[in-house]
């Protein structure tokens, strides 16, 4: 029997999404839940994947279209048999002729504890990546439909404006040197179009004029990365702080009971603890659990701890959300950790996941470091960076002894939280590691 | 080493000279290669100002032909031809000897000679035969073009001449085939016409000045009924052979059989080649495409981003003035500056009587484009400035966009039409609407004031030419 396979409803905001990869071809033997394509949406990459098992007939789509939830994408035969040679495939086109866009990396550790060479990736030479589909059918604008004198078009050229964006004001729609001019303005107001107007390639040089250059088509993740931070960086005025815990205890803690949360399908690494600490601090330190409603003039506490934990993919960093970390044990939250990494890195995670987050964990300790200054993510007000313990002697009351130090960064907005706060706040997440029983102090 | 970028300019027309003061004036280290003694180009030495002096001697003997009607009657005009051609190497001399001097002025090594590409970065220079290399840091080809030719006349010579032998003036033929009637036959057309020569043009389409609108053309097409023998519209030569007493020609097509066969001279003026091969372009990674224009880039530079390329090897449309302007944005971007060659409007003259001249959106291009548009066109018969010329068969029209009243085109036939062009290449260039260009107050009693009139007559409100609007 033939049946549909569609793009499944993945959360509730989103509509569509672009075909990034297409992971099987018609004639390919299909397991139940098997990757079908790879969609990218807004927000994240996802799966899409196969309702029944049996045989791929039919590929309706093409890498870089547009396809809405509920659209057929692809048939299937759930009698069918794999054929050695299938022969609709030729009428069809020939999907796997493109060679994905995407760079295959080795699934990497959750919270590697060693050092693993997670450097950027290269990015592959030969990869076309296919174009995505026009969203507008308007042929490009001649310059004489650009209704703009010589010299305010060599303004925008200087100021780095597409001059095609700009309104005039002027009769005729003409634009004037105020027009390009207010347009920057309202440019550097309007944050989410900040990055845009930033990666305009006017105002960049030529770099060709030096040596031999390649152009890589950002991803959407890495877009949205680029729009994200170039948004949080223009709009909070961020500080960092830094302190240090001794986790020694924290570390013989996770070495004794590793085996046990194991066992429930978790991972027992200092992330996992710091989920719960963090928790802990932000129930303790409401504000830094917060957003700032500027035009409102009022600081907006939220009852809920939801903490993003900022994955290193081979797409670019993403921050899934794990959800009530208040209410949740070590042992579930090491779970959900590693559940949550993972499915990020395999590109399952639903773009429902990356939303709601009211703090974020950066931790680079797997890479190494000393310190960071981590950028906060907007609308959220505080960050915390974490970086490779160190070994240190100390003196213990006459004995040396060797201790685990745990580097914290701390990057937070100084329009809701001032430097003492902050200083108040790390140092009570560094004692509670220290000892944790400061947590239950006031419970 | 200095800081200071050393830069080349292969060809020293008005794309490569512009280009070159430029590069100078903006502070760089400049050599200008040429084969000239001076910079100047086919423009100044066998194009533009040689053609425009001869054309004012020709304007001169049909002007005075035409005084008849007005009371003053001239004998026929005797013509030293030793002294015209003098007269216009002196035009050219004098114009060729000031840019050396402005070379010279500006500290910039002028250099008698050839260049080839070695590499990128290396040009070999042929200059008083000895050959040495010189090494850039940028490079600007503005090497132009040439006239073309057509396979049944590959080599010109004294008797079949392109349009270089034509304007060295050797001597007024008494019959002479033009072959092309675009604007460089029509131009050499009308001075040996003036000058007393028999003028046939033979042209392969339904039109003179082919990609003009027609509406324009239509005033030119009256005029030179009475001033050439004939013209042969869908007309092809199909032979040219050079004998003892002239040059035979078959034609074939519309006007095959009433043509004659035998002419003292025929004038090849089909068009021109860019003069893209033979500079060992290919030790560099610039592209030539198939047309043989070298492909550039909205700031001209070349798929070498070391090397530039302006003017008519850059393609068309083939005219000095646009050569200037992409010389001087080439020259700024060197220099670092943010300059882009885009230009909305590029004014084109065609240098007969009357002169025709447009720029901007045609009415032809803009039916292409599938554009809205409204079209004005006023009658040169209601302007009191052309009736004193008695030059009333001239039209002045402008293309509007039909949303926002901005002047798209515009396009003029009649006495001193390339003058007159640059007002519209100002009001499509700054964007304005023929509102704007009615409210603007023109001179009277001026050609000019049609301008202004066209743009009233879109409203329905010329004063001299009563056209109501449609209700």
Redesign the interface.
């Given at each position: 029997m033939i049946k549909d396979i569609k793009i499944p409803d993945i959360g509730e905001k989103v509509e569509s999404g672009q075909v990034v990869d297409i992971l099987v071809k018609v004639g390919d033997a299909v397991q139940l839940d098997q990757g079908i394509l790879e969609m990218e949406t807004d927000k994240a990459v996802v799966e899409i994947p196969a309702e029944d098992s049996g045989v791929i007939t039919e590929i309706l789509v093409k890498e870089g279209q547009v396809v809405k939830i509920g659209e057929v994408v692809a048939r299937i035969d759930t009698e069918g048999k794999q054929q050695a040679a299938a022969p609709a495939e030729e009428a069809k086109p020939k999907t796997e002729d493109i060679p994905p866009p995407r760079v295959e990396t080795p699934p990497v550790k959750e919270e590697a504890r060693k050092p693993e060479p997670v450097m950027e990736q290269p990015v592959q030479k030969s990869a076309p990546i296919p174009k995505p589909a026009p969203k507008d059918s308007a042929p490009p604008k001649q310059?004489?439909d650009?209704?703009?004198?010589?010299s305010v078009?060599?303004l925008a050229?200087?100021l780095g404006v597409d001059i095609t964006k700009v309104t005039?004001s002027?009769?005729?729609?003409?634009?004037t040197s105020d027009d390009v001019k207010h347009f920057v303005h309202h440019v550097v107001e309007d944050e989410t179009v900040v990055p845009q107007a930033s990666m305009t390639p006017?105002?960049m040089p030529?770099f060709?004029?030096w040596g031999a250059i390649e152009r890589v088509p950002l991803s959407q993740v890495r877009k949205l990365i680029s729009q994200s931070t170039a948004n949080s960086w223009a709009t909070i005025p961020h500080v960092t702080q830094f302190d240090e815990a001794d986790i020694s205890h924290v570390n013989a803690f996770i070495e004794k009971h590793k085996n046990t949360v194991a066992k429930a399908g978790g991972k027992l690494t200092v992330t996992a603890v710091l989920l719960k600490v963090m928790a802990s601090a932000l129930k303790k330190f409401p504000n830094f659990n917060s957003s700032i409603d500027v035009q409102n003039g009022e600081l907006i506490l939220k009852k809920y701890v939801h903490i993003g934990i900022a994955v290193d993919t081979d797409r670019g960093l993403l921050v899934p959300v794990i959800r009530d970390a208040d209410k949740k044990g070590i042992v579930r939250l090491a779970m959900d950790l590693k559940d949550i990494a993972d499915r990020t890195r395999e590109r399952k995670i639903k773009p429902d996941e990356l939303d709601g987050g009211t703090f974020t964990i950066s931790n680079q300790g797997g890479i190494g470091g000393t310190n960071f200054t981590p950028i906060v993510l907007w609308p959220q007000v505080a960050i915390l960076g974490v970086s490779r313990t160190a070994d240190r002697l100390v003196d213990e009351g006459g004995d040396i002894v060797k201790r685990q130090f745990l580097p914290l960064s701390l990057s937070y907005d100084h329009r809701v939280v001032d430097g003492a706060d902050a200083a108040r706040f790390l140092r009570w997440v560094a004692e509670a590691l220290e000892s944790p029983l400061v947590m239950q102090l006031d419970e | 080493m200095s800081d200071t970028k050393k830069v080349a300019v292969i060809g020293a027309g008005p794309g490569g000279y512009a280009a070159a003061f430029m590069a100078a004036d903006l502070g760089m280290s400049v050599t200008l290669i040429d084969p000239e003694v001076n910079p100047g180009g086919v423009c100044l030495y066998y194009g533009c100002i040689p053609s425009k002096a001869l054309l004012h001697v020709a304007g001169l003997i049909n002007e005075s032909a035409e005084a008849k009607n007005w009371g003053v009657t001239f004998t026929k005009p005797k013509v030293n031809l030793d002294k015209l051609r003098s007269w216009k190497n002196d035009v050219v001399l004098k114009l060729t000897g000031g840019l050396g001097q402005l070379s010279k002025q500006r500290k910039l090594t002028y250099i008698k000679g050839t260049a080839t590409f070695v590499d990128n970065t290396t040009l070999e220079i042929t200059s008083g035969g000895k050959k040495t290399n010189h090494q850039f840091d940028n490079i600007i080809l503005a090497t132009g073009s040439r006239p073309a030719t057509i396979p049944i006349a590959q080599k010109f010579t004294s008797r079949i001449m392109d349009s270089t032998r034509s304007l060295a003036l050797k001597d007024i033929p008494n019959k002479l085939l033009v072959i092309g009637g675009g604007y460089i036959g029509l131009e050499m057309g009308t001075i040996y016409a003036s000058l007393g020569s028999k003028v046939t043009v033979v042209e392969m389409t339904d039109g003179l000045l082919p990609g003009a609108d027609r509406d324009l053309v239509k005033v030119l097409s009256k005029r030179v009924e009475n001033l050439f023998e004939a013209v042969l519209l869908e007309t092809k030569v199909s032979d040219i052979k050079e004998q003892k007493n002239g040059v035979k020609v078959e034609f074939e097509g519309k006007h095959a059989k009433n043509a004659g066969k035998l002419y003292d001279r025929v004038l090849l003026a089909v068009g021109r080649t860019p003069n893209s091969t033979g500079l060992g372009l290919e030790n560099t990674k610039v592209k030539i495409n198939d047309r043989g224009f070298v492909q550039v880039d909205e700031?001209r530079?070349t798929d070498e981003?070391?090397i530039f390329a302006i003017g008519d090897v850059t393609g068309e449309p083939m005219l000095a003035h646009k050569a200037t302007h992409e010389g001087r944005v080439a020259a700024s971007v060197i220099a670092g500056k943010?300059?882009?060659y885009?230009?909305?409007?590029i004014p084109a003259i065609v240098f007969t009587d009357p002169e025709i001249a447009w720029c901007?959106?045609t009415e032809v291009q803009a039916k292409k484009e599938n554009r809205t548009i409204k079209v004005a066109r006023f009658p040169w018969a209601a302007s009191g400035r052309a009736a004193s010329l008695g030059q009333t068969d001239g039209v002045t029209k402008l293309i509007i966009?039909a949303d926002?009243?901005?002047v798209?085109g515009m396009g003029i036939a009649g006495h001193g039409a390339g003058e007159l062009i640059a007002e519209g290449v100002l009001a499509?260039?700054?964007?304005?609407?023929a509102?704007?260009i009615g409210l603007s107050i023109h001179p009277h009693p001026t050609l000019s004031e049609t301008i202004m009139e066209t743009a009233d007559l879109l409203y329905g409100l010329s004063t001299h030419y009563h056209r109501p609007q449609k209700k």
């Open positions: 310059p004489i650009i209704p703009a004198s010589p078009r060599h050229r200087e005039g002027g009769p005729g729609g003409r634009i006017s105002n030529d060709g004029q | 700031q530079r981003p070391n943010t300059a882009a885009e230009p909305k409007a901007g959106l966009d926002t009243d901005r798209l499509i260039e700054m964007a304005a609407t509102e704007d």
